[in-house]
Nanobody, 116 residues
């Protein structure tokens, strides 16, 4: 089955860190640009970060630049999002996606909650 599965979401205090992981099955991330999106309550889903494993180029939303880092381990078919200095406004369901900025495959999401 072709799918991506996220993990690593949690409740954390302001200023804390989390690392999200996304494992693929049925395909490998090195064949696609992939990334992370998020959706906060009452808001539209937004792009957070993308990475192209072909050339290593990365993209970050302005709101997370300098705090979040996207990376991949192709040998493990895993995509990561390291999130540092978390803020309450980072609270959202985070989704891993194949295809970035236009995904064609989504994970089920993992909840990140940042308490103030």
């Amino acid at each position: 089955e072709v799918q991506v599965v996220e993990s690593g979401g949690d409740l954390v205090q302001t200023g804390g860190s989390l690392r999200l992981s996304c494992t693929s099955s049925g395909f490998t991330f090195d064949d696609y640009a992939s990334g992370w999106f998020r959706q906060a309550p009452g808001k539209e889903r937004e792009g957070v970060s993308c990475i192209s494993t072909v050339d290593g180029n990365t993209y970050y939303a302005d709101s997370v630049k300098g705090r979040f880092t996207i990376s991949s381990n192709n040998a493990k078919n895993t995509l990561y999002l390291q999130m540092n200095n978390l803020k309450p406004e980072d609270t959202a369901v985070y989704y891993c996606a194949r295809g970035c900025p236009e995904p064609d495959l989504w994970g089920q999401g993992t909840q990140v909650t940042v308490s103030s």
